[in-house]
């Protein structure tokens, strides 16, 4: 784990950030130290950083590093525009063999809706120099409260479209924290009967959008068609 927390915590919620904290962010250095000391302990050679969406600062600041350890490695990230096809290729120089980037939606007034502060041209640019360079791409669709069916349909078929770009679809399904239900953009909330119980990471909520069934009908479909499962 690199980073703490999320750089951009300005999304309309999110299941992973809870409220108030901080981001921080390790030196790459000690990044470095871990890395091997885990390497040398138990001789893994290929890593998953282990952050909500490593910045893309801290993959420019790691890449020395990794080029010395030839270490393999796969992170979470968000859509920027310095995933240029010059990055790309210095990623997979350094080790890189998969980059996953959330989405969530394609539909430009949900993502001015989810406040995500990216563009549909920049995932096609993103995608395409990743993909260009040699790397293995993954991408993270969410099917939230309030959401419609024709959105979410429209979402699938944005990744489905550029299958031949992604290693990886990823279709998910919304998910309550109980910290969340302060959000004033989310379009559901918890069931009062739960008010008791302790799990605090999925508790059960009341939301209109697209039913678990058709749901479940529409991911499978999709996710076939770019997995090959």
């Avoid at 951009?8 to 921080?24: D, E, G, Q, T, Y």
């Avoid at 996953?100 to 406040?115: I, P, V, W, Y």
Wanted: charged share 25%.
């Amino acid at each position: 784990q690199t980073t703490q927390g999320c750089e951009w915590s300005r999304c309309a919620f999110c299941f992973h950030v809870f409220p108030n904290r901080a981001f921080l962010s390790k030196s790459p250095e000690k990044t470095q130290r871990e890395m091997a000391s885990l390497s040398r302990a138990t001789r893994i050679r290929e890593f998953d950083l282990a952050n909500l969406a490593t910045p893309i600062q801290v993959l420019e600041s790691m890449l020395p590093h990794w080029r010395r350890m030839r270490m393999r490695w796969r992170a979470l990230v968000r859509v920027h525009p310095g995933f240029t096809p010059a990055f790309a290729r210095k990623l997979n120089a350094a080790g890189c063999t998969f980059l996953s980037f959330g989405l969530e939606t394609a539909d430009t007034d949900g993502l001015k809706r989810l406040r995500k502060g990216i563009a549909l041209e920049m995932v096609d640019a993103n995608l395409r120099a990743c993909a260009e360079a040699g790397l293995n791409v993954g991408i993270f669709t969410l099917n939230y409260p309030g959401q419609t069916e024709a959105e979410f349909v429209r979402t699938l078929e944005f990744c489905v479209e550029r299958r031949r770009l992604l290693a990886d679809l990823g279709v998910n399904r919304f998910k309550m924290g109980r910290w969340m239900e302060s959000a004033g953009n989310l379009v559901g909330r918890i069931a009062p009967e739960t008010a008791r119980d302790l799990n605090s990471f999925d508790v059960p909520y009341i939301g209109e959008g697209v039913s678990l069934e058709r749901y479940n009908q529409l991911r499978m479909k999709a996710e076939e068609a770019v997995n090959g499962r």
